[in-house]
């Protein structure tokens, strides 16, 4: 054992500990209780994209943690997941902390047999297991840690519970050896692959299963570790193998694997005879089913939706009546009229009026509320199931596969979104990437376009949202033509089970979104209003306005003060929002063109970090040439948009 | 295991049966020189214990019933291929051996109630009993289906999956959708909505129409009234009925 995964070790010394498991197994919540930081949660895979660390201090000595996402078996066919295996071959870290969700125990045996042929001190957390226990499902865990040879703890992440165990754990982590035998034949080749990568290579063992396995990428690993003369051997090694067993020794491995997989689940799994009803596979059932999904979703939104008028509103008010107006008035009485007074609390740039009291009084609440409301949504897992309920429509487009969950992910995050499309075939990605930043709102955009409409009615609202599908439809369908035709991918995608929300979570996950929104964005909303007042001195807003008057009043029917707007909506899509708010509370907006406004600003230049996002996946040239054509785009639908409703509105009147 | 090591495994069941255990015997049951390094496989494998120093060798509890498991299907492979096949000669014996190594647990029952759950095989050794002739089933029930054809709420156990694709078998086996797996049909329609070994998947129609499945006969069920493996599915209760219900109540 080396010294520095001893029991005691050194202040100088850091231990980095890797969190791995399968999707949704609950990493990040135990990262965030080993921790104390913070990163999102949810009832559904793929919430975390990349890999975070952080530095902390446990059992008295140095520790790095870093969470991951999530990973199904070493032995990998898909590129999101190469960089996770990466990360555990080239970092070796001292500790690993496997979590298992007890409910789908037996699918994370697979990955549990790959971790302890890496040969690095483990411990299993055995996450969810009221959960289990609630399906009439009992695991052995005594049993199992004697089985693994590794200490097996059990936890509730959600609630906290079994963490002072974990973190107890994590000292007496211990390694196993290699759990499974292959037989003679491949057991020999590894053998002599282990010989030929060198006595210094660590995770030789498996290393060499892997290309006993054909693995894609293992020629990326093991290229820089041995010399010419090796790699021929080692290639001529797997060669001979492959032909003793007829090509089939993947088949023969995996095999063998499933076998041991089967022995320990029959082993230290209890099931009860009748399986009790559950609540949540029946709201799972009803939220995916093609009659009752519809109305639910719609129930949902409308949910929502009032909340955000409602209690947002109010909020609002009670913001506005407590905290603006009295300073407004303040400063007012203490600043004399003149250039100061309107650079603080001028009626239309001033840095407080359009910046502070922009972000603080009119978007916070209606992101207070919409994020609260959003949160629990996540927690009970219900968005995944939309990618069941949506899935011909999207297939029509051109989705097939994965990418209509990476779709689904972007109401949350489109920038996070648009990270989880690695790894699709390039024709799925750029249309995903696309529809993910232009047509999908991300929980934001939605929660204020919610505020600006439901000043109107629902009806305007959904009729917006409509228009939105449409769009995404017909853009997804046109770039779907225009792209040539290739492999097709399939949908092959795991579901969170259900479950009632926990509110604390989803309290404390809403605390860290608005503290981030205020963190990141207000900082932004002063330099934008301030950016805009000098612009307005200046007079460049004034020649601004001029040159856009033609497209603004003409095509888009609206005020031309609505290029302010445009010019916040550069910088952060909140902040124009807030505008057009505070435009319609005065009376300078009708419905149709709020209608367009929201239109405007979904379409309308993606956020920067969805910018760097896209360049990233698609390369910096698509990704710029998308931004354009999105923005071009936007112009032209949002002018159509506005004449039909108007054509509307004389149809029917 | 590999195929010698079944070799092995299938003549030391022979001398299991003469109840003999000598490596002498074992030498002669093989008819070829006895190899160390697999009765030393074997061994580590905790199918055998030898004993070297007395030159003996026997099965232990697991080992004899994987032989009795190969064995059972060596000897109906014969059957199948001596009666209804007809094939005679020389390409007999090594048609039966490739044979035990093909065939899935579950096709072997159907085999033997194919047959008549027979008793011996050509050569007139006894055929060790398995699990359906104790049940002495009459029919086959089980029939391969596709996950496609089967309806919402029945139960299939995995056949086999008909799938070129590598990364897609890869995924669904990481998802433990393998060969025996029981899964659940809980919706066909977007999309379609498995549940296997707890977790719930979503898959497309496309590769439901690729994997085939054994049914569940009936609602589990066996013929003979034993005891189903599949829990009863609870009834599903139906909100209608119930204001039916009240509906006559407040008409009397």
């Known amino acids: 054992m080396r010294a520095k995964s001893a029991r005691a070790c050194g202040v100088a010394e850091k231990r980095t500990i890797a969190i791995i498991g399968l999707p949704n197994t609950g990493k990040s919540v135990i990262f965030n209780h080993l921790t104390g930081e913070y990163t999102v949660v949810a009832n559904y895979a793929q919430t975390t994209v990349e890999t975070k660390r952080t530095d902390c201090f446990m059992n008295g000595c140095r520790c790095e943690v870093i969470d991951t996402p999530g990973l199904h078996c070493l032995s990998i066919h898909a590129e999101e997941e190469l ?188 099931r009860q005879k009748v399986a009790p009803s559950q609540f949540s596979k029946t709201l799972g059932h009803l939220c995916r089913h093609p009659v009752f999904g519809v109305p639910i979703l719609f129930m949902f939104l409308a949910a929502t939706f009032f909340l955000v008028v409602h209690v947002a509103g109010f909020l609002e008010i009670a913001l506005h009546g407590l905290l603006e107006r009295p300073i407004i008035a303040f400063v007012s009485a203490v600043v004399p009229s003149g250039f100061l007074h309107d650079l603080l609390v001028g009626k239309d740039y001033g840095v407080l009026t359009l910046g502070l009291f922009n972000a603080v009084c009119t978007v916070l609440p209606i992101l207070s509320v919409f994020f609260l409301a959003f949160g629990i949504l996540e927690d009970i897992g219900y968005i995944p199931n939309l990618c069941v309920l949506t899935r011909r429509i999207f297939g029509k487009v051109g989705l097939k596969g994965r990418s209509v969950m990476s779709l689904m992910l972007g109401f949350g995050c489109k920038t996070m979104a648009t990270l989880t499309t690695l790894g699709l075939p390039r024709k799925e990605k750029l249309i995903a990437v696309y529809l993910i930043a232009a047509t999908i709102p991300c929980s934001a955009q939605m929660g204020l376009s919610m505020g600006l409409l439901g000043r109107y009615s629902f009806w305007a609202f959904l009729a917006t949202y409509g228009m939105l599908i449409v769009i995404a439809a017909a853009a997804g369908a046109l770039l779907n033509r225009l792209i040539p035709r290739e492999d097709r991918s399939d949908l092959i995608q795991e579901l969170p089970a259900m479950r009632l929300p926990n509110i604390k979570a989803v309290g404390i996950k809403t605390y860290y979104r608005l503290y981030w929104f205020l963190k990141e964005a207000l900082p932004i909303f002063l330099v934008a209003a301030l950016a805009l007042f000098l612009m307005n001195k200046v007079g460049v807003l004034a020649a601004l306005k001029v040159a856009l008057r033609p497209v603004v009043e003409k095509w888009f029917g609206m005020p031309v003060d609505v290029v302010d707007a445009i010019v916040l909506c550069v910088a952060r899509h909140e902040a124009a929002a807030g505008m057009l708010i505070r435009m319609a509370d005065a009376g300078k907006l009708d419905v149709f063109q709020c209608m367009a406004a929201v239109l405007l600003t979904t379409i309308f230049v993606p956020c920067f970090a969805n910018i760097v996002a896209m360049c990233k996946r698609v390369g910096i040239k698509t990704g710029v040439a998308m931004t354009l054509a999105m923005n071009a785009s936007a112009f032209f639908i949002v002018g159509v948009f506005y004449w039909v409703l108007v054509f509307l509105r004389g149809v029917i009147s | 295991m590999n195929m010698k090591q079944d070799e092995y495994l299938e003549a030391l069941w022979r001398l299991h049966e003469q109840e003999k255990n000598s490596v002498e015997d074992l030498q002669t049951a093989l008819n070829a020189p006895v190899e160390r390094d697999v009765l030393d496989g074997l061994t580590s494998d905790r199918m055998a214990e030898y004993d070297g120093e007395l030159r003996k060798v026997r099965l232990t509890e697991k080992g004899l019933a994987y032989a009795l498991d190969l064995v059972r299907k060596h000897r109906l492979a014969e059957r199948l291929l001596h009666d209804v096949l007809r094939v005679r000669g020389e390409g007999f014996e090594s048609e039966a051996c490739t044979f035990e190594h093909l065939v899935a647990p579950q096709v072997v029952e159907g085999i033997c109630t194919l047959l008549g759950h027979p008793r011996e095989c050509p050569h007139g050794l006894p055929i060790p009993e398995g699990e359906c002739c104790r049940r002495s089933e009459q029919t086959i029930s089980t029939s391969v289906v596709y996950l496609a054809q089967l309806e919402v709420g029945e139960v299939g156990q995995v056949a086999y999956i008909d799938c070129q694709d590598d990364a897609q078998l890869h995924r669904l086996n990481g998802l433990q959708f393998k060969p025996g797996v029981e899964v659940k049909l809980h919706q066909k329609y977007p999309a379609y909505v498995v549940e296997c070994e707890g977790g719930i998947i979503a898959i497309d129609e496309w590769i439901a129409k690729r994997i085939l499945l054994w049914k569940q006969r009936g609602r589990g069920v066996y013929e003979d009234g034993a005891v189903p493996h599949v829990p009863e599915k609870p009834a599903r209760k139906r909100f209608w009925r119930r204001g039916r219900r009240y509906g006559t109540f407040t008409r009397e």
Request: net charge negative; glycine share 6%; aromatic share 4%.
């Open chain 1, 83 to 270: 960089a996770i295996r990466d990360l555990v071959f080239s970092e070796r870290p001292d500790v690993i902390v496997q979590c298992i969700d007890a409910c789908q125990f037996k699918q994370s045996l697979t990955l549990t047999c790959d971790l302890l042929e890496l040969n690095i001190p483990m411990v299993i957390a055995l996450n969810a297991i009221d959960e289990s226990t609630r399906r009439g499902m009992w695991i052995d865990s005594t049993g199992l840690a004697q089985m693994l040879g590794v200490p097996v703890i059990e936890t509730i992440a959600t609630q906290g519970r079994g963490m002072a165990e974990l973190r107890a754990a994590i000292a007496y982590a211990a390694k196993s050896p290699a759990p499974v035998r292959y037989g003679d034949t491949i057991e020999n080749a590894i053998a002599d692959l282990q010989d030929l990568l060198g006595e210094g290579v660590a995770h030789s063992r498996r290393i060499a299963l892997l290309m006993c396995m054909g693995d894609p990428f293992v020629g990326n690993t093991v290229g820089p570790l041995v010399n010419e003369e090796n790699a021929i051997k080692l290639k001529a090694c797997v060669t001979e193998l492959i032909l003793r067993y007829r090509g089939d020794v993947a088949t023969a491995i995996t095999y063998r694997r499933n076998q041991w997989i089967d022995e320990i689940a029959e082993k230290t799994i209890r």
